[in-house]
């Protein structure tokens, strides 16, 4: 009997989130003559029919209805006929006046019940009466307190009792009751009123609306003692019920000693919470009574489970005393440390309250965070807007003086405007510039505030910002396209000072210049010098090879070196002209780099991939550079600076050419603690550094990890990088692939507007009252009786393709459908 | 004489002075036939002629100005006749952003020169009408504008040519029987017929153009004015202490400019009238048909309001003192008082009588037949390549916005020669490419400064064009929006990928004649009530496909544009000021976002630095900013403060990484980064 009613409830619910997605999707009311109808009864099978005169159009109303009652009538086993009475063939029940038209419910052809058509009055009615009339040992009803109390004590200690108070019969919670009852009726008493006094003598304060109590007589032994009671919060659906009943079977109290990610009970299930007091050996007994007390308070809004700390596997937090996990997969747990239980009830209440709106309305999610800022530039600026910034220090530019200030002097212009929180964060690093330069430099470092003087923006052809810009006498301005920071900033301002390329006179000059005299003050902002090598004739390349300079300026020191002995340089570092020389000042190197008719683009191309190092320290300023070359990248991330050994193993693969698919880096944690972040995204549990990644960013985005028992050695690395490209090795990871959304939805001003413009019936405008009546009919049809605050509308323009919206209703039901 | 002497003395060259003189008349001769031809004409060499003039001179067209009077603004010489102009000149706003200043300078025309403003011509709020001559002189002497003065066009007619750009050339004919060919006409002539109502006894009836401006004509006299307009009030005000009473009679209710948001209504300036009728002085306000009136003078001179429809009854022929007078049957009929004076104030028209039929420029907007017919693009609509600027093209905005006035038409003549500029010479409409993380800022900047947007409100709007995959955008100034359907065809600028567009508009039902302004509770504060703003605000609409020609025409009664696929209101502001970071910024970001499906928030260097190499796909501010090595470094006190506001994480302190616990999932609640959505293997492990 459970079994089979449980799969009728099964297809009653499934039903109900069908009516709720696609009202159409009824079955279709037979009709038949009386003589027809009683031969199709079947003994056993409960039937309601409604005789009526074949020639009465009238209560087209109820027949509607009763249209919408089949299916899920249908799906309780009750069959739905509509009985034309004719002339020929009299029935008892076509009665003898039109009006005393009636409805009847027979089990087999034995007449149950007779029910007026005018208490059958909606497709709720309807189911709600058939199945009160069937379930009449099942659900009783009740009108006074002492009823209760017989009724209570009798099932002390043998079965609990599901109480339930609706307002009428007929109504949609009476319907929701009904159908719970279907189901559990054999496993709970169902006790039904709809007196308010008796509702208020156990102690309801809201007696206008429904409610479900839930006495728990089972456990009961001693006969004296009263039945625990729980109430039902939620509001009376069948789903909700449902929900509510199942955690009412469930143990109360769970001890666990597994990861509280990995614990799964019924309650996750039902999309409730988990709250897991830790517990300790020493404290056991306490922290029981604790997680009983807990659990009692928290029955049908969270699971209650006892953690063991100490035979735990799982790392908790030591101060922690209580676990908090969300039903929504994916949430990592939280590590509370609440020392009133209190607070674990008000955190699981809070939540819910969430988790309901959720509910209701998905596209809904966090609408009060709306007006929180969640740009991380706008927020870090409008906190520090109260901080008074030395702005003395940089020359304030109007559109009058610009012409007087930075034309007449070499000139670095900041043009930002006051309002824009990217210029203002810009701005602050501007000024920690102007006071690193403070009386050092001969570059004039001014302002414009777009915001003031938009014209001289517009005719400085700035149209964003910020943008800086560099001026110098008898030049077209150069603007700035380096990261927008003080370090990177100042780099360019420093190598500005030398014309590039720098022209060298004499071998030894350019001696000079290669090991870094010639420049000293600069080295420390490019690490690398190039000098162009070429015979005095070779004009065209070293027309190209200045432009590409020029172009470079600010970025790298170039140099040309075209005197008649030039064959002295080109012999002494092995190169054919024209040729590049790279002095690589870090490391002591020089480099050659052929240079064959190439134009000055291609020149600044070579020059820039001459930049690029073999294994470089990755940072958040040159990891741009390195992306470029779309490839995937083999991480090394340290604490600190690297193992002189394990660079060189690197440096030795890469030679033996074994890393070119990669590039192959390092990351100092100190320097970059960023990749703390990027760790923690990797690794479920962080083994310890160094640690050996490949991150294939711009194919698939799986990530592979060097295994961390193996030692950081040549040959180990060769094998495993073989293995990697043979598809031998697994990820450890894939980076999630979602394009960036809205992190949250806006104002749907336009529905805002249709539902006060539908108030004023004067404006007809056809497509907004269609929208209107479709999204006032979800409405109805998403929630029938609950009586919530109307959350502030919003929009996801994706979501206005109704159909869309449907997809995903029908998803997360199915998903709902499995649970059940 | 004398020059024939010099000829002589000089000898030779007074033989090629002769000879140069020749070719002249031959020259001149010659072009009986085939007249000067020009690529534009202007007529008139008012604010409007002067500012088309500017623009075609800017853009090094073949151009010339023809002007009745031997000066520029010849209709200021004479009106308003009180030479009050009731346009604001506010010369101090407190900001330096130039632009902006032009929201509250009403009388500056546009040009380059800072020189040329009008508060350097007149230190008053309302100026003289003088002023305005003079600055009109110098404008168009500074900028060096070509005027042909003393030039009266006395006929324009169209002849087919099918070389012409429109398929026609318009022939000017000037007072000399000159004739001009040109291929553009624009009619910058305002309004300069006055209005006559015709009724029995409107003889006895002075005009606003020629009554006496001096007071002491009025001394203790009654007098009646007709009209409502501002000049009627102009004139009750400059004779109000000195006449017995003025009444005042007109067909339609008084509409104060404050509560109608327009400014051609009755200004507070001029409204001495309205409040000595209210405190009970004898002034009054009247309403009735003009049309429905006659006046009869009697044997003293005085004048008696009557009905028409008594004159038609009684004999013609009769007496003056003989005709029925409404007080007959009615003795308490308002004006049974007899008057000394009537005057009429009830404004002017379009003069059409140049224009040959040929041209098919009629008259009759909707609201009266004072202004020519022309399209939402200022264009006639009876022939191609003849425009209407200035006040003359006022039928577009009647009683809405400023498309009547310097301080609209000057942006509205600017639009007619963008749309010249694309048709005739392939150059599109000015515009700004820029990547999406510039959206937030090109729209903030824009709606906080921009003059053409504020003065011509809904009539005017800038629109946003998006480039594929929404990455970039275009964005176009000053677009008149009633030819939204038709942008690609004037602007040259292609719109298949969605655009925005974004207008400024008052509050749906806030103006209107009988409308109290200033009600308790105007102001909306809330950014969730912005679509509620009563004052003037920006309006952000959304379309995903250009509208159709047929969705602006049949647009929701109210709307200034077509039903968008989405709409923000950026809400109302007391200083007209939109650069608040969570009341302004944030919930149009929200907007932006939501129609473009992307996340638009900035971020610092670190953080894209994270999310390159936690995730596959980065934010356009990242992919814009820090992927081109142009990313947000920050400072360490910027930094801190993000950390405090748990937006940035703080990664220095090695122990924080055991101390979390479990891995932190990508992109939680309030981190940055992408929402998480729910994985498709959720439901395997239900």
């Not at chain 1, 990261?483 to 022209?503: A, H, W, Y």
């Not at chain 2, 009724?199 to 009836?205: A, I, Q, T």
């Not at chain 2, 709409?567 to 969570?582: C, G, K, Q």
Request: overall charge negative; charged content about 25%.
């Amino acid at each position: 009997m459970m079994s089979s009613s449980f799969n009728l409830f099964r297809v009653g619910i499934s039903f109900v989130m069908m009516c709720i997605f696609c009202k159409s999707a009824v079955g279709s009311l037979s009709e038949l003559s009386p003589q027809k109808y009683f031969s199709t009864l079947q003994p056993g099978k409960a039937s309601l029919a409604y005789f009526c005169q074949a020639d009465s159009p009238r209560n087209s109303v109820f027949l509607e209805e009763l249209n919408e009652a089949v299916k899920p009538l249908q799906d309780y086993g009750i069959s739905v006929a509509k009985v034309n009475c004719v002339k020929e063939e009299t029935s008892r029940y076509c009665g003898k006046e039109k009006d005393s038209m009636k409805a009847y419910l027979f089990r087999g052809n034995i007449l149950l019940r007779e029910f007026p058509p005018d208490t059958l009055f909606d497709v709720n009615a309807i189911v709600a009466h058939v199945l009160f009339a069937l379930l009449f040992n099942e659900v009783k009803y009740i009108s006074t307190l002492e009823d209760l109390q017989n009724i209570e004590s009798a099932l002390k200690g043998k079965a609990s009792i599901a109480f339930s108070y609706v307002r009428a019969i007929g109504t949609p919670e009476h319907r929701a009751v009904m159908e719970a009852a279907f189901v559990y009726g054999t496993t709970y008493q169902f006790v039904l009123t709809t007196e308010t006094a008796l509702l208020e003598s156990i102690g309801t304060e809201d007696i206008k609306n429904a409610h479900l109590y839930f006495f728990h007589c089972k456990q009961v032994l001693d006969l004296t003692e009263q039945c625990r009671r729980t109430l039902m919060e939620p509001p009376l659906t069948t789903l909700n019920i449902h929900r509510f009943i199942k955690t009412m079977e469930a143990p109360l109290l769970t001890e666990v000693a597994e990861d509280p990610q990995q614990v799964s009970t019924v309650h996750l299930q039902l999309g409730l919470p988990l709250v897991f007091i830790v517990s300790q050996q020493a404290t056991y007994e306490a922290d029981r009574r604790t997680a009983e007390w807990v659990a009692w308070r928290l029955l049908g809004k969270a699971g209650v489970l006892l953690l063991l700390r100490d035979s735990s596997e799982v790392d908790i937090p030591q101060h922690a005393n209580v676990v908090f996990r969300r039903a929504e997969e994916g949430v990592p747990v939280e590590f509370l440390v609440l020392h009133d239980v209190d607070l674990i009830i008000s955190r699981v209440e809070s939540n819910m309250h969430i988790e309901e709106i959720q509910e209701d309305e998905d596209e809904d999610m966090a609408s009060p965070d709306m007006d929180i800022q969640d740009d991380e530039v706008a927020e870090t600026v409008y906190r520090d807007r109260k901080r008074r910034l030395p702005l003395e220090l940089t020359v304030e530019v109007t559109e009058e003086t610009f012409n007087t200030t930075v034309v007449a002097s070499d000139s670095i212009v900041l043009f930002y405007a006051g309002w824009q929180a990217v210029s203002m964060a810009f701005l602050q690093s501007y000024i920690d510039l102007a006071i690193k330069l403070k009386g050092t430099s001969t570059m004039l470092l001014a302002r414009v505030n777009c915001a003031d003087w938009s014209d001289l923006c517009t005719k400085q052809n700035v149209t964003e910002f910020p943008v800086v810009k560099m001026y110098k006498e008898g030049e077209t301005p150069v603007s700035y396209t380096g990261m927008l920071g003080t370090e990177d900033l100042l780099k360019f301002i420093q190598l500005n000072r030398i014309s590039c390329p720098v022209n060298i006179t004499s071998v030894q000059e350019a001696e000079e210049y290669l090991n870094g005299e010639l420049h000293k003050d600069l080295i420390s902002y490019s690490s690398v010098s190039v000098l162009g090598l070429f015979s005095p004739n070779m004009t065209t390349v070293k027309e190209d090879f200045t432009e590409a300079g020029n172009c470079l300026k600010g970025y790298v020191i170039t140099g040309i070196y075209s005197e008649e002995d030039v064959l002295i340089l080109s012999n002494k570092y092995a190169a054919t002209l024209p040729a590049l020389l790279l002095a690589r000042h870090k490391e002591g190197k020089i480099e050659s780099i052929p240079l064959a008719n190439s134009p000055a683009q291609d020149i600044v191309q070579i020059i820039t991939n001459a930049l690029l190092e073999t294994f470089p320290e990755i940072t958040v300023e040159n990891l741009p550079i390195y992306l470029r070359l779309q490839k995937p990248l083999l991480i090394l991330f340290s604490e600190g600076s690297i193992n002189p050994q394990y660079k060189k193993a690197m440096l030795k693969l890469a030679k033996d050419k074994h890393l070119d698919s990669l590039i192959p880096c390092w990351l100092n944690l100190q320097n970059t603690p960023a990749g703390r972040g990027i760790l923690q995204a990797y690794f479920d549990a962080l083994p310890p550094l160094p640690l050996i990644v490949v991150v294939n960013l711009h194919s698939g985005g799986q990530v592979f990890a060097f295994p961390s028992d193996q030692a950081i050695k040549e040959q180990n690395l060769l094998l495993w990088l073989k293995k990697l490209e043979a598809g031998l090795e697994s990820h450890i990871t894939v980076l999630p692939a979602q394009e960036w959304k809205p992190p949250l939805p806006a104002y749907d001003f336009l529905s805002m507007m249709d539902a006060a413009a539908s108030h004023h019936p004067t404006r007809k405008d056809p497509e907004c009252t269609k929208e209107t009546d479709a999204s006032e009919k979800d409405k109805k049809q998403e929630d029938k009786s609950a009586i919530r605050k109307e959350p502030i509308e919003t929009l996801r323009i994706k979501h206005w393709n109704r159909s869309n919206w449907f997809k995903e209703g029908g998803k997360s039901f199915t998903h709902d459908n499995k649970e059940l | 004489m004398d020059l024939w002497a010099a000829a002589r003395l000089w000898g030779p060259p007074g033989l090629l002075l002769t000879w140069a003189l020749h070719l002249a008349l031959c020259l001149r001769s010659a072009q009986t036939s085939v007249p000067p031809s020009r690529d534009y004409c202007v007529l008139g060499a008012g604010p409007a002629g002067l500012q088309m003039a500017y623009f075609l001179q800017r853009a090094g067209r073949d151009y010339a100005v023809f002007e009745r009077a031997p000066r520029p603004g010849s209709f200021f010489t004479r009106y308003p006749r009180h030479r009050q102009l009731i346009s604001i000149n506010k010369r101090h706003t407190g900001k330096a952003n130039a632009e902006f200043n032009l929201r509250h300078d009403w009388n500056s025309l546009l040009s380059h020169d800072p020189r040329l403003l009008f508060r350097h011509y007149s230190r008053a709020y309302f100026p003289d009408a003088g002023d305005m001559v003079r600055y009109l002189g110098d404008f168009a002497q500074r900028l060096g504008l070509h005027v042909l003065y003393n030039t009266t066009i006395t006929h324009v007619t169209l002849h087919k040519a099918r070389q012409a750009w429109n398929g026609h050339y318009f022939i000017l004919t000037d007072q000399m029987g000159h004739t001009h060919q040109c291929s553009v006409l624009l009619v910058a002539t305002g309004l300069s017929v006055p209005n006559q109502v015709d009724f029995p006894g409107s003889e006895y009836v002075e005009g606003y153009e020629s009554v006496s401006v001096d007071p002491e004509d009025f001394e203790g006299q009654n007098v009646l004015i007709l009209g409502r307009g501002n000049s009627a009030f102009e004139t009750a005000e400059n004779i109000l202490g000195v006449t017995n009473f003025i009444h005042m009679l007109s067909r339609s209710r008084v509409r104060l400019s404050w509560a109608t948001h327009y400014v051609g209504d009755l200004r507070a300036i001029n409204n001495g009238l309205l409040d000595t009728y209210q405190l009970k002085s004898l002034d009054g306000l009247l309403e009735s048909d003009l049309t429905d009136l006659a006046i009869v003078k009697d044997r003293e001179g005085k004048f008696h309001v009557t009905l028409k429809f008594f004159l038609e009854e009684g004999n013609p022929s009769a007496d003056a003192d003989a005709v029925t007078l409404p007080q007959d049957d009615n003795d308490n009929f308002a004006m049974r008082v007899a008057y000394d004076r009537v005057i009429r104030c009830l404004g002017w028209n379009f003069d059409f009588s140049i224009f040959n039929k040929s041209l098919r420029l009629s008259s009759g907007g909707k609201f009266s037949k004072k202004y020519p017919l022309i399209k939402a693009s200022y264009e006639s609509k009876g022939s191609r390549g003849l425009f209407v600027l200035g006040t003359a093209s006022h039928s577009v905005d009647y009683r809405k916005s400023a498309g009547g006035f310097i301080h609209g038409f000057r942006y509205t003549v600017r639009a007619v020669h963008r749309l010249l500029e694309h048709r005739h010479h392939g150059v599109a409409w000015p515009s700004t490419e820029l990547p999406t993380s510039q959206l937030t800022s090109a729209i903030v900047r824009r709606v906080n400064e921009a003059s053409g947007l504020y003065q011509m409100f809904s009539v005017l709007a800038d629109v946003i064009l998006l480039k594929e995959n929404a990455m970039a955008f275009e964005y176009l100034e000053e677009f008149p929006v009633q030819m939204l359907a038709q942008l690609e065809t004037i602007t040259g600028r292609k719109a298949r990928h969605g655009l925005f567009v974004v207008n400024m508009e008052y509050g749906r039902n806030f103006s209107g004649p009988d409308k109290d302004v200033f009600f308790y509770d105007r102001s909306v504060g809330h950014t969730e009530d912005a679509w509620q703003s009563n004052f003037l605000h920006p309006v952000v609409y959304y379309y995903r496909h250009l509208p159709t020609e047929q969705e602006v025409r049949f647009r929701p009664a109210g709307w200034a544009l077509p039903r968008p696929t989405a709409i923000h209101h950026v809400v109302e502001d007391f200083l007209t000021d939109w650069t608040a970071p969570v009341g302004h910024i944030l919930p149009l970001r929200r907007f932006l976002e939501n129609c473009l499906d992307t996340d638009l928030r900035s971020f610092y260097a670190e953080s894209c630095f994270l999310f390159a190499l936690t995730h596959q796909k980065l934010p356009p501010f990242c992919q814009q900013g820090y992927l081109r090595a142009q990313g947000l470094v920050g400072t360490e006190s910027l930094r801190r403060h993000g950390v405090e506001s748990g937006l940035l994480r703080d990664y220095t302190t090695a122990d924080r990484l055991h101390e979390d616990g479990a891995r932190r999932p990508l992109g939680s609640s309030r981190a940055p980064g992408p929402p998480v959505r729910p994985p498709e293997s959720n439901k395997e492990e239900l």
